[in-house]
């Protein structure tokens, strides 16, 4: 799998996402400085976790528009699978690669715990090696995660699938309780029109080996890999 992770001023989770993505193919992703204009040929592009460009302005809305996005833009409408993890969702999101946009959290306080989701679909390169319904345990550490969008494109999310996660309790239980930032409807991932791009706030690259205390996340990236190559 040719994969590549994307390196603003700010990032801190490329190193973590570039490890998990070695050790479940054995082959090391390319890391892409911000500035970079062209990539090369590539059969996934993620856009890692951290504070982009310091968080300035808005989050993720600088890094929007560097030299590389335009290149990603590029790949992601030519169908090559592009992940972006909690800053990388807000990346996305502010590129107008995915719609709606990560608000501050409702209790207006950064929320760094383990939280429990349940997969929405499977039938996306990214949730391939899931189940629809499954539980599964992931980290998050975000300010900026309270996903909002506007009544007719969440009504689009909710008809065409395009909802990856949601927040739930350890039984799959979506109500106020489970949701650890206010996100709307209890969104925590979404895909395009395509199921090709996902943005999640969630960091499965935090748990994607036994040592770092479970593996939840480890079949996101064997799922990429098996819908890759």
Known sequence: MRAAVIV???????????????????????????RESAL????????PGGFSYGDYLRCGAIAAHSPVMRAVRERALAGVPVLGICNGFQVLTEAGLLPGALLRNAGLRFVCKDVFLR?????????????????????????EGNYFTDAETHARLEGEGRVAFRYCDVDGAVDAAANPNGSLAGIAGIVDERGRVLGMMPHPERLADPQLGGIDGRAMFEGLLAAVG
């Open 8 to 34: 603003f001023p700010g990032s801190n989770c490329d190193r973590d996402v570039a490890l998990a993505l070695q050790q479940v193919s054995g082959r090391a992703p390319a890391m892409i400085w911000h």
């Open 40 to 47: 090369p040929a590539l059969d996934l592009i993620v856009v």
């Open 119 to 143: 997969v929405e679909t499977e039938g996306t390169p990214f949730t391939r090696a899931y189940r629809a319904g499954q539980v599964v345990r992931l980290p998050i550490a975000h300010n």
